[in-house]
């Protein structure tokens, strides 16, 4: 059975930072592209980084030069280190993964809430 587990969320003030793990399981990880996702209340769910198999990492327009998308294969973990956040970073964030064989899987998702 494949689990993603996010943790990390929390609260912050304009300006902090905030790591987002996902630790995943049930899948070969390492084979996997991983991404991070997140959705404002009343909006679409957006793609904010990805990160591929071989390590090249990608972001939405909005986070570049904030955000850093990483994964350790040993930990079958990927991470989301958020810095300078701002309160339209305010959404729920979920990790997903894409098997070679194009599944996706879905975490619960983590709540990141930035206070102005």
């Known amino acids: 059975q494949v689990q993603l587990v996010e943790s990390g969320g929390g609260l912050v003030q304009a300006g902090g930072s905030l790591r987002l793990s996902c630790a995943a399981s049930g899948i070969i990880f390492s084979n996997c592209a991983m991404r991070w996702f997140r959705q404002a209340p009343g909006k679409e769910r957006e793609l904010v980084a990805d990160?591929?198999?071989?390590?090249?990492?990608n972001y939405t327009n909005s986070v570049k030069g904030r955000f850093t998308i990483s994964r350790d294969n040993a930990k079958n973990t990927v991470y989301l280190q958020m810095n300078s956040l701002k309160p339209e970073d305010t959404a729920v964030y979920y990790c997903n993964a894409v098997t070679r064989s194009n599944n996706n899987f879905w975490g619960q998702g983590t709540q990141v809430t930035v206070s102005s």
């Open positions: 990160i591929t198999s071989g390590g090249t990492t």
